[in-house]
């Protein structure tokens, strides 16, 4: 299961198909997988939805690889990377048919935090001192704020417009000039943002709280995380796992901090966003050595 955002069976990003590799790592060990194309991409059709609607599409998947021969009914796993280690285990609540998970920069927070977080930790590796920082913050949690609180079906525009004009109105000349909302132009650069805010996937990702979630799921489940991970950070999501899963009483679950591997699981030098493409590596063997190490074991 992919990330956000819509990609092939490969989850082919910035050059790189690290589904395509682990797939093979996997089969090379005598795994059977099967890859999908997202919604509207490749050989699948569909509108894009969100995370909920696409934990049905996997829910098939599942009801497909149970009608295989070869396969195995009572050892079928989900990995899912990003947003897929989120829907993995919305799936594993919805079908006694998943034996196992494995997260791979997986949400162990709610989706607000996240976001909040991805942003702050984004532009801390851009360089951006610390007050800028705080007043993109402020103004995210203004915006986010909205967009969590009104219902999912709502058309919230108006009111992302009225809490970014209220957000303004409080803000000294100091930070308008900093944040080059002086003019109309820096001003759009915010608003420009509102279709993606308001849309469902977004608002539904915002409203996402896993512990719900995690607290039901009594199933292994190995959750990795890329220490220099700027998108979902290693500590605060891997300890989300943690305290879901225990609260679960599950007794068969481990959490891995990968040294010096980013969102990708590539080792990487400057760690950005930017750099995803500029890397060999597309997916690290260290980090596929746990996951068959452990799979083994399963």
């Known amino acids: 299961m992919t990330g956000s955002g819509q990609q092939d069976r490969d989850e082919t990003l910035f050059g790189h198909k690290p ?19 997202d919604r509207g991409v ?26 295989r021969k070869e396969i195995n ?44 977080k991805q942003s702050d930790d984004i532009l801390a590796k851009t360089g951006a001192n610390a007050a800028y920082r705080a007043n993109v913050q402020s103004l995210n949690a203004a915006l986010y704020e909205v967009a969590f609180r009104l219902p999912l079906e709502s058309d919230i525009k108006d009111s992302l417009q009225l809490a970014f004009d209220n957000w303004l109105k409080a803000q000294p000349d100091a930070v308008l000039g900093q944040m080059g909302f002086k003019s109309e132009v820096g001003k759009k650069s915010v608003t420009r943002q509102f ?22 799921i009594n199933i292994p489940v190995l959750a990795l995380n890329g220490s220099n991970d700027v998108q979902v950070s290693a500590k605060e999501n891997l300890a989300g796992f943690e305290k879901g899963l225990t609260a679960a009483g599950n007794k068969n679950f481990k ?3 990968l040294p010096g591997l980013n969102h990708l699981f590539q080792k990487c030098q400057k760690c950005t966003a930017a750099e995803y493409g500029m ?11 746990v996951i068959l190490d452990w799979l083994k074991k399963q």
Not at 78 to 94: K, N, Y
Request: hydrophobic share 45%; no cysteine; glycine share 10%.
């Open 195 to 216: 279709d993606q805010i308001g849309s469902k996937w977004y608002r539904y990702f915002l409203k996402y709280d896993p512990q719900p979630i995690l607290a039901q």
């Open 42 to 67: 490749g050989e699948t059709t569909g509108k894009v939805g969100t995370s909920a609607d696409y934990a049905q599409d996997i829910l098939a998947a599942l009801r497909f690889l149970k009608s």
């Open 279 to 289: 890397l060999e590596e597309t997916f690290s063997v260290d980090a596929l050595k």
């Open 255 to 257: 959490t891995v901090e």
């Open 73 to 116: 009914p009572k050892k079928i796993g989900l990995i899912g990377h990003s947003e897929g280690g989120m829907i993995a285990p919305i799936v594993a609540v919805q079908s006694k048919d998943v034996a196992f998970i494995v997260s791979l920069a997986g949400l162990g927070v709610g989706g607000r935090a996240l976001l909040l």
């Open 19 to 37: 589904f395509w590799v682990i797939a093979d790592a996997l089969s090379r060990e005598g795994f059977a997988v099967l890859r999908i194309d």
